[in-house]
């Protein structure tokens, strides 16, 4: 059974900074791509950032500069370091995995950004 367990909300200060943590319960050289999305309250949820088995990345224009996804295979994590947070971020954060066709998610983890 594929599971992708997220880590590392909380609540932070305008410019702070965050890392979210993925964690796969499969080698997540198994995924087509791997990605961020988040949800903030009465929104539709988005896409923050992907990155495909390639390593080929894409970000959203609201985070573009402040976010970075990284890899690591070795233990089958994926990250989303987030600097420069500002209010307008606050979400609930969601991992997600493609693989043959079939979405996966995680039970996201909530971020608030607040003075």
């Known amino acids: 059974q594929v599971q992708l367990v997220e880590s590392g909300g909380g609540v932070v200060q305008p410019g702070g900074s965050l890392r979210l943590s993925c964690a796969a319960s499969?080698?997540?050289?198994?995924?087509?791509?791997m990605g961020w999305y988040r949800q903030a309250p009465g929104k539709q949820r988005e896409l923050v950032v992907n990155?495909?088995?390639?390593?080929?990345?894409t970000y959203a224009d609201s985070v573009k500069g402040r976010f970075t996804i990284v890899r690591d295979n070795a233990k089958d994590t994926v990250y989303l370091q987030m600097n420069n947070l500002k209010v307008e971020d606050t979400a609930v954060y969601y991992c997600n995995g493609q693989r043959t066709a079939i979405e996966y998610w995680g039970q996201g983890t909530p971020v608030t950004v607040s003075s």
């Open positions: 499969i080698s997540i050289f198994s995924f087509d791509a």
């Open positions: 990155i495909n088995s390639g390593g080929s990345r």
